[in-house]
Every structure is written in structure tokens, then in C-alpha cells.
Nanobody
Framework: QVQLVGSGGGLVQAGGSLSLSCAAS????????MGWYRQAPGKQRELVAV???????DYADSVKGRFTISRDNAKKMVYLQMNSLKPEDTAVYYC?????????????WGQGKQVSVSS
């Protein structure tokens, strides 16, 4: 059984920084793309950042230059460093990973972590 467990987040004033981590565990043959999504109240879930197994990254325009995604393949972890936070970054953040197991390749989600930015 595969699990993604997130940690981090919290409450910060505008301009501050927060970080998120997510650890994958279970019967994993290969970790492919990993990423972070967020969902604000009343809005659809949106992609924040993604990183391939080779380290190629992509970001939503709204976070470029402020957020950094990284991963540690040996530890099966993905990270999101969030700097210069804005109130509009307030949302529940979810980690995501495309994972190959012995039986299938599928997308997995971690539990959401609240990030709140006060003005």
C-alpha cells in the first residue's frame, strides 16, 4: 500500500515564508512526477509546482520566483519552499505523486496541509 504523508504549513504574515514536505512510502517501484497542488475555499484545485524524477521543474505563473519545489529521490520526498507569501496563497496544499507499483501506475495524493497568509 502506498501512502503520501505531508507535513509543514501553518500561519504566517504576508511576506513571510513557509515550507511543506511530503514523504512517500510503501511498495514503490518508481516515483515519477511529484508535485504540489492547492485548493482555496470556493475554488478548484490548481497546480502549484511539479518536478520530474530528473529534477525538471515547472511552476504556476502566480508562484514563479517565490516558490521552489525540490525532491530527494533516495528519501522518496518532495518539498515546497514558499517565500514572499501573499494572502492569495492561502489554501489547502496537497502533494501528489505518480507512482509505479508492482501492479499499476497511478496518481496518489497526500492529506491536505493548511497554509494561511494574513495581510
Amino acid at each position: 500500500q502506498v501512502q503520501l504523508v505531508g507535513s509543514g504549513g501553518g500561519l504566517v504574515q504576508a511576506g513571510g515564508s513557509l515550507s511543506l514536505s511530503c514523504a512517500a512510502s510503501g511498495s514503490i517501484i518508481r516515483l515519477k512526477e511529484m508535485g504540489w497542488y492547492r485548493q482555496a475555499p470556493g475554488k478548484q484545485r490548481e497546480l502549484v509546482a511539479v518536478i520530474t524524477s530528473g529534477g525538471v521543474t515547472d511552476y504556476a505563473d502566480s508562484v514563479k520566483g517565490r516558490f521552489t519545489i525540490s525532491r530527494d529521490n533516495a528519501k522518496k520526498m518532495v518539498y515546497l519552499q514558499m517565500n514572499s507569501l501573499k494572502p492569495e496563497d492561502t489554501a489547502v496544499y496537497y502533494c501528489n505523486a505518480r507512482i509505479l507499483t508492482l501492479t499499476r501506475e497511478s496518481d496518489y495524493w497526500g492529506q491536505g496541509k493548511q497554509v494561511s497568509v494574513s495581510s
